[in-house]
């Protein structure tokens, strides 16, 4: 056991009273944890004791996936030298950033403090990141009264078939099937059944998770049923999301038979058929 001298003796006092303080030099730094002597110079330090933090600012760390007993955390932390405000050096301790991605040269630290502090630098039980960003999961669930045409197509999604509507004016394909023309207003009567391939045209690479889709990042695309002249949205798969592109040939992959029901669930996503891609 070694006695601590009067300059990490206040040091240590102070972390008792929840505060952090560093003593200044003769050339006015101020050295955290506090030392008798200045590194740089070898000058005895000055009697000044200046509070610091008790934020402070990355320098440098390590990360330690697998703790031992011996550490100050049970989970992967890191080790990192902080830079507290008002501080001129760095110490060390352990910051709980709960994964590697999470820290960075410069990132915000606060020291998280034992309840019962007994003059030790474990007073500080660890420094936890600075909260700038709050990620909160929200859900948001709608019960939709399914209309007589979108009823219609969702039985047909429940047979493995895609229904569409043809314009008997302009003769543009809806899908999914409609009773009225959006482009001239005129009633749709003709239903028809269009095959489950198609080509994309236009796809978002999504990198929040989602209950319909299997991993992130996935793929959602409008893609252009074979026959249609409207695309629709669908989920892509069975490919990586980086290899989807414009122009992809894909084809619907259905749930099996007897878990289908009336809803586009029945669809797992669009996967790739192979075929040559088509120009848009
Ligand atoms: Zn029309």
Not at 45 to 51: A, D, G, K, L, N
Not at 173 to 194: S, T
Not at 196 to 212: E, F, V
Request: proline letters at 9%; aromatic letters at 8%; one cysteine or more.
């Amino acid at each position: 056991m070694r006695t601590t001298g009067p300059v990490i003796g206040r040091f240590l006092t102070e972390l008792r009273g929840g505060r952090i303080v560093g003593v200044r030099t003769a050339e006015g730094k101020v050295l955290v944890p506090p030392l008798e002597y200045d590194p740089a110079s070898g000058e005895a330090v000055t009697e000044e004791f200046v509070e610091v933090g008790p934020a402070g600012t990355v320098t440098a760390w390590a990360w330690v996936a697998e703790p031992r007993d011996s550490h100050p955390l049970d989970r992967p932390f890191a080790w990192a030298t902080i830079k507290l405000d008002g501080a001129d050096t760095a110490l060390v301790h352990a910051v709980d950033a709960g994964n590697a991605k999470a820290l960075r040269i410069g990132s915000r630290v606060w020291p998280v403090w034992r309840s019962e502090r007994t003059g030790h630098i474990t007073d500080i039980s660890y420094f936890a990141p600075e909260v700038t960003k709050i990620v909160s999961p929200v859900r948001a669930e709608y019960r939709l009264q399914v209309g007589g045409s979108l009823l219609t197509f969702l039985e047909g999604v429940e047979r493995g078939v895609f229904l569409g509507g043809r314009c008997p004016s302009c003769e543009k394909v809806y899908v999914p099937y409609r009773v009225f023309c959006p482009a001239c207003g005129g009633p749709i009567a003709d239903q028809l059944e269009l095959p489950d391939t198609g080509t994309i045209t236009t796809y978002a690479i999504n990198n929040l998770p989602d209950p319909r889709a299997p991993e992130v990042p996935f793929v959602s695309a409008y893609i252009l049923l074979d026959g249609a002249d409207i695309p629709m949205i669908a989920l892509v798969g069975g490919v990586p999301a980086h290899e989807v592109r414009q122009g992809m040939r894909v084809r619907a992959e259905w749930v099996p038979e007897g878990e289908r029901t009336k809803s586009m669930a029945n669809v797992r996503w669009f996967a790739p058929t192979g075929e040559p891609d088509v120009e848009l």
